[in-house]
Antibody, heavy 115, light 106 residues
Framework: QVHLQQWGAGLLKPSETLSLTCGVQKGPFSGYFWSWIRQPPGKGLEWIGEINYSGTTNYNSSLRSRITMSVDTSRNEFSLSLSSVTAADTAVYYC?????????WGQGILVTVSS | DIQMTQSPSTLSASIGDRVTITCRASQTVSRWLAWYQQKPGTPPKLLIFQASILESGVPSRFSGGGSGTEFTLTITSLQPDDFASYYCQQYNSYPYTFGQGTKVDI
């Protein structure tokens, strides 16, 4: 059973950079894309982007200018950086396996942007 | 971007009811459509993919249908565990997009 465990800072100030990492356990890492999805409090889901084991990325154009995703195949981990955050970036951030669709999800991390 | 529109936004139902949620895409997504269930404080759970294929372990009272731009999620005989929010998602083209959600409550 694939397990995704995510971690990172939960409180940021405006203009700082959000950094989250997701570790993949008990399952193959190669052969899949790995996604980040966010959900503002009380609202719907927004796909942020995805990366595969070779580093190929696909980003949501609405966030492209601020996103960087990376992968560490030696640790079966992938990461998200989102620069210049504002209050509008406050959300629960999920990592997920993108086997088209998303079949395994991390537990979610609430990231709050506040001065 | 493909816009996904769900209806209704909220659905009040009782145990044993048959409920249907509709999802419309702004352009065709063929059958590349998934449905998720989400309960408060937890990540979404995949129920159905490719419009009508039930994910392993999902009860057979859930079913999906449709193709192109119109899709449905049906729950026959609603159970207490089914009170949750439901989201459709297209994975036909980037960016992947979700419907705004349907909350099923008592």
């Amino acid at each position: 059973q694939v397990h995704l465990q995510q971690w990172g800072a939960g409180l940021l100030k405006p203009s700082e950079t959000l950094s989250l990492t997701c570790g993949v356990q008990k399952g193959p890492f190669s052969g899949y894309f790995w996604s980040w999805i966010r959900q503002p409090p009380g609202k719907g889901l927004e796909w942020i982007g995805e990366i595969n084991y070779s580093g190929t990325t696909n980003y949501n154009s609405s966030l492209r200018s601020r996103i960087t995703m990376s992968v560490d195949t030696s640790r079966n981990e992938f990461s998200l950086s989102l620069s210049s955050v504002t209050a509008a970036d406050t959300a629960v951030y999920y990592c997920a396996r993108a086997s088209s669709p998303f079949d395994y999800w991390g537990q979610g991390i609430l990231v709050t942007v506040s001065s | 971007d493909i816009q996904m529109t769900q209806s209704p936004s909220t659905l009040s139902a009782s145990i044993g009811d048959r409920v249907t949620i509709t999802c419309r895409a702004s352009q065709t997504v063929s059958r590349w459509l998934a449905w998720y269930q989400q309960k408060p404080g937890t990540p979404p759970k995949l129920l159905i993919f490719q419009a009508s294929i039930l994910e392993s372990g999902v009860p057979s009272r859930f079913s999906g249908g449709g193709s192109g731009t119109e899709f449905t999620l049906t729950i026959t005989s609603l159970q207490p565990d089914d009170f949750a929010s439901y989201y459709c998602q297209q994975y036909n083209s980037y960016p992947y997009t979700f419907g705004q959600g349907t909350k099923v409550d008592i």
